[in-house]
C-alpha cells in the first residue's frame, strides 16, 4: 500500500500568511494526487486534482504542486475561511486510494 | 447542483449489523463510480470502498473485507454499505463520495456509526 505523510501535522499562521503544507507518497505517484480542505464539522472539498489543477470555483490563492513523491499545496495569502484540516490523497492506485493523515491549520 | 445524502448511521452493539444508503441527485449516478470514506471521532480520513458505475470493480480496505459490502441501485440512485460483525474501531462517520474519476468530487453531509455496548 502506497502511504501519504503530511507535514507538518499542524501549525499557527496569521491571516494574509503564505503558507505551504507537505505532502510525500512511500513511493512515486506520478502525479496521482488531490488536496482537500475539511471544516470542522463538515465534509471534505475537493481543492486540487492531478497535483496541480484547481478545482472549479476555488479561489486561485490555492495551488499545488510536486512530481515523483514528494508534492505541495500552497496558499498564497491566508484568509480567515482557510483555516481548517488539509488532506492529500494519492490515486495512483486507484480505486484504492489513500489519504495523508492531515494538516491541521491554526490561526496564530 | 450535486447532491450526497446519506442516511441509516446509529447505534449498534458490537456483532452488530448496520446498513447505511447514500442518495444521490443532480447528475447522472449511473455514470460514475462511487466511494465510503469514513472519519473516526477526532481522526483523519479513511478510504473503506469502491464501486465503478456498473456495480463492478469492488475494493474494500484490509480492514472491512469480509464484513462490509458495498452495492447500488442505479434504478433509484442510490448507494449502500451494509456493514456486519461491526467492531467498536467502525465507530465512525461515514461518507459517501462521488468519483471524479479518480479523485472524489462531491461529498454527502455524512452519517456517524457508533458501535458500542
Known amino acids: 500500500a502506497v502511504r501519504m505523510t503530511q507535514s507538518p501535522s499542524s501549525f499557527s499562521a496569521s491571516t494574509g500568511d503564505r503558507v505551504t503544507i507537505t505532502c510525500r507518497a512511500s513511493q512515486g505517484i506520478n502525479g496521482h494526487l488531490a488536496w482537500y480542505q475539511q471544516e470542522p464539522g463538515k465534509a471534505p472539498k475537493l481543492l486540487i486534482y492531478a497535483a496541480s489543477t484547481l478545482q472549479s470555483g476555488v479561489p486561485s490563492r490555492f495551488s499545488g504542486s510536486g512530481s515523483g513523491s514528494d508534492y505541495t499545496l500552497t496558499i498564497s495569502s491566508l484568509q480567515s475561511e482557510d483555516f481548517a484540516t488539509y488532506y492529500c490523497q494519492q490515486y495512483y492506485t486507484y480505486p484504492m486510494n489513500t489519504f495523508g493523515q492531515g494538516t491541521k491549520l491554526e490561526i496564530k | 447542483q450535486v447532491q450526497l445524502v446519506e442516511s441509516g448511521g446509529g447505534v449498534v452493539q458490537p456483532g452488530g449489523s448496520l446498513k447505511v444508503s447514500c442518495k444521490a441527485s443532480?447528475?447522472?449516478?449511473?455514470?460514475?463510480?462511487m466511494h465510503w470514506v469514513r472519519q473516526a471521532p477526532g481522526r483523519g480520513l479513511e478510504w473503506v470502498t469502491f464501486?465503478?458505475?456498473?456495480?463492478?470493480?469492488?475494493q474494500y480496505t484490509d480492514s472491512v473485507k469480509g464484513r462490509f459490502t458495498i452495492s447500488r441501485d442505479n434504478s433509484k440512485n442510490t448507494l449502500y454499505l451494509q456493514m456486519k460483525s461491526l467492531r467498536p474501531e467502525d465507530t465512525a462517520v461515514y461518507y459517501c463520495?462521488?468519483?471524479?474519476?479518480?479523485?472524489?468530487?462531491?461529498w454527502g453531509q455524512g452519517t456517524l456509526v457508533t458501535v458500542s455496548s
Open positions: 463520495a462521488k468519483d471524479s474519476p479518480q479523485a472524489m468530487d462531491y
Open positions: 464501486i465503478r458505475f456498473d456495480g463492478g470493480n469492488i
Open positions: 443532480g447528475f447522472i449516478f449511473s455514470n460514475y463510480g
